[in-house]
């Protein structure tokens, strides 16, 4: 069977459909037209005010953190699909309109038979979870489980959707990363019972200690 354009870069880059079962009995489901994951962020991470009937301009108040992470993943993207443009020698521009260049991407992707490449799959994970596409994403009170990091409260998580990022680190947990979405909730479950709420045991104590170790290397 031939392989299919990386769906990731499909959503980024193209509006996509969603289905919401709205009666089980019998199944009916409503579909919803979504703008493409760019469009989204672009539209979260511009603050804007109506000023004269569908006259918008942009406002100059203070951001959002909801809205600066867009702004960021933006600029990350824009970054690093400019890099792997001309790192691939693909025949269009680092500097070419955004979309123009992920499709670029997406097209020179499936014709290597690449159905799932790391800068990708983490581009598409934070961009749904900034999106906002179905409210402010989740973020539990738990320690980032990525060795080095270890920040309190900079998860957001997309349950429906299973997929997590780290804001401190940028890390990303899917049903398909490693570690996963699976560990990921794992280490959520654990950690919120032995980390937050003061149980001792010797796990606790090793993390504990890591977790220490690690916070005063990183402030010497």
């Not at 918008?56 to 992470?69: E, I, N, Q, T, V």
Request: overall charge neutral; hydrophobic content about 35%; aromatic content about 6%.
């Amino acid at each position: 069977m031939p392989h299919q354009p990386p769906r990731r870069l499909t959503l980024g880059v193209d509006p996509f459909v969603t289905h919401v079962l709205v009666s089980s009995d019998p199944p009916r489901f409503h579909s919803v037209q979504h703008d493409s994951l760019v469009g989204q962020l672009t539209r979260v991470s511009t603050l804007t005010t109506n000023t004269s009937g569908e006259v918008f301009h942009a406002s100059y108040g203070s951001k959002p953190a909801g809205r600066l992470d867009a702004l960021a993943l933006l600029h990350s993207i824009d970054s690093e699909s400019g890099a792997m443009v001309r790192a691939m020698g693909l025949p269009v521009s680092p500097t070419a309109p955004l979309k123009e260049r992920l499709r670029a991407l997406r097209e020179a992707l499936h014709a290597r038979g690449v159905v799932d490449e790391p800068t990708v799959r983490s581009w598409w994970a934070r961009a749904r979870v900034y999106s906002q596409l179905d409210g402010p994403a989740y973020s539990p009170n738990v320690l980032c489980p990525t060795r080095g990091c270890f920040e309190r409260g900079t998860i957001h998580i997309r349950l429906s959707e299973r997929v997590a990022v780290c804001d401190a680190c940028t890390s990303v947990w899917t049903d398909d990363s490693s570690p996963s979405f699976e560990e990921l909730a794992s280490w959520a479950s654990w950690s919120s019972e032995h980390l937050v709420s003061g149980h001792t045991c010797s796990e606790c104590a090793v993390t504990k200690e890591l977790v220490a170790t690690t916070r005063a290397e990183r402030n010497h």
